[in-house]
């Protein structure tokens, strides 16, 4: 029997995408899994901004099931910055991405089940970036620190970490040349890369891992890129 059946999973952003494929590997490990998502799904649907929708949706899970075993914060903040990205808007990608997970943390703080985990999903952005993502990858590199500063709040009750995904190709798309050969893996990722790394983290031979940030991208992160080296480029 799976170490994961009958547990309660809570997944944010799990009606799409990694959280989607996540969603679907835990409940065939035979976990209960309660998805928090702006579009449809079987479980609960509302906004990850809003504190009564979050108020909501814990009450929900607690009364159906008592605990939380894992909490899965992976909802995504507006891929936005900088000349088009509002007050508003770099707010609320704050929101979705740092005050949603910390709010859900602290709902469920006294339910959580011996034994329990939080994975946040981050991004190898919380490290680099490219032009005009601020609110996005302000967000990412908030619940990267958040990871950490929870990991020590929380000591001896809930292990805390994130993954910080790379290139994940999440709508089917196939990919060859210079979009596969520049990762040193050799490939694009998968939704199950993340989704696997999860499951790890969420089990007992992960018993000895809280605070860490572990970034799954393929080697991208890891390779120097200069003009002119191994047939990089710089065009103006």
């Known amino acids: 029997m799976s170490e994961f059946a009958g547990?309660?999973?809570?997944?944010?952003g799990g009606a799409q995408g990694i959280g989607s494929c996540m969603a679907r590997m835990f409940a065939q490990?035979?976990?209960?899994v309660c998805i928090f998502d702006l579009q449809p799904n079987p479980y609960f649907v509302g906004d990850l901004s809003n504190e009564a929708d979050l108020q909501a949706?814990?009450?929900?899970?607690l009364a159906e099931h008592g605990r939380v075993d894992f909490l899965i914060n992976?909802?995504?903040?507006?891929?936005?910055?900088?000349?088009?990205c509002t007050w508003q808007e770099f707010n609320y990608a704050l929101q979705v991405g740092v005050a949603a997970p910390y709010m859900l943390t602290r709902l469920f703080m006294q339910h959580f089940a011996p034994g329990a985990a939080i994975v946040n999903i981050s991004s190898s952005r919380d490290r680099m970036s490219m032009p005009?993502?601020?609110a996005y990858t302000a967000a990412k590199g908030g619940i990267a620190a958040l990871t950490h500063a929870l990991a020590v709040s929380l000591a001896g009750r809930v292990r805390v970490n994130s993954i910080s995904p790379g290139w994940i190709e999440t709508r089917g798309a196939t990919y060859s040349g210079a979009d596969v050969l520049q990762h040193p893996a050799a490939r694009v990722g998968t939704p199950e890369d993340i989704a696997e790394m999860a499951?790890?983290?969420c089990s007992a031979k992960a018993g000895f891992i809280t605070g860490e940030n572990i970034c799954i991208d393929g080697g991208m992160t890891r390779q120097m890129i200069y003009h002119g080296d191994h047939g990089w480029s710089y065009k103006v």
């Open 7 to 12: 547990k309660v999973v809570v997944i944010t």
């Open 29 to 32: 490990a035979g976990a209960h």
């Open 57 to 61: 949706f814990a009450a929900k899970v």
């Open 74 to 84: 992976n909802a995504a903040p507006l891929f936005k910055g900088l000349p088009d």
């Open 132 to 134: 005009a993502t601020e």
């Open 199 to 201: 499951l790890f983290l």
